[in-house]
């Protein structure tokens, strides 16, 4: 209990110590995400790069989303062990079927788990790259001069 709540609190003090880094060029201040670092984080913490990217929303989904998934899988294998058990005592059909039905859930459950994990992962990874799109974006102008259509990019 005692590790449980020691690795939480350090993983809390390691989300809220990350900065966002950045690069100048030209005396502007372009915002810089590092994908690898959103995606290492998304992987180990639940919406851990979510929240490198400043989508907070996204993370408070995604903690739901994956709360709600762990839950229910910690829920059903406990159900399969305790029908198991009882099956094992009193060789009854029914607590056979319930465990065989729970245990179903709990495979089902884990893999909706790891299906999450792996979607937000690429979400992180994702805003990462498009972080600076806003300004990225006012670099790309779209001219129409005499007929014909410019397509300008200020380096």
Not at 14 to 30: N, R
Request: charge should be negative; proline fraction near 2%; glycine fraction near 4%.
């Amino acid at each position: 209990m005692k590790k449980t709540v020691i690795s939480i609190l350090m993983m809390i003090f390691f989300i809220t110590c990350i900065e966002a880094e950045s690069v100048e060029l030209d005396s502007l201040h372009i915002p810089h995400r590092s994908p690898l670092k959103a995606g290492l984080l998304s992987a180990v913490i639940p919406a851990g790069g979510q929240i490198y990217n400043h989508a907070y929303i996204k993370g408070a989904a995604v903690i739901v989303l994956e709360g709600l998934f762990l839950g229910y899988a910690i829920k059903n294998h406990q159900k399969a062990d305790d029908y198991y058990n009882r099956w094992k005592d009193t060789d009854n059909q029914f607590d056979y079927d319930n465990y065989e039905f729970h245990c179903e859930r709990y495979k089902s459950q884990a893999w909706w788990l790891g299906i999450t994990i792996f979607l937000s992962t690429l979400d992180a990874v994702t805003d990462a790259y498009l972080y600076d799109f806003d300004y990225q974006k006012q670099k790309v102008r779209l001219k129409f001069d005499n007929r014909s259509v410019i397509l300008e990019y200020k380096f």
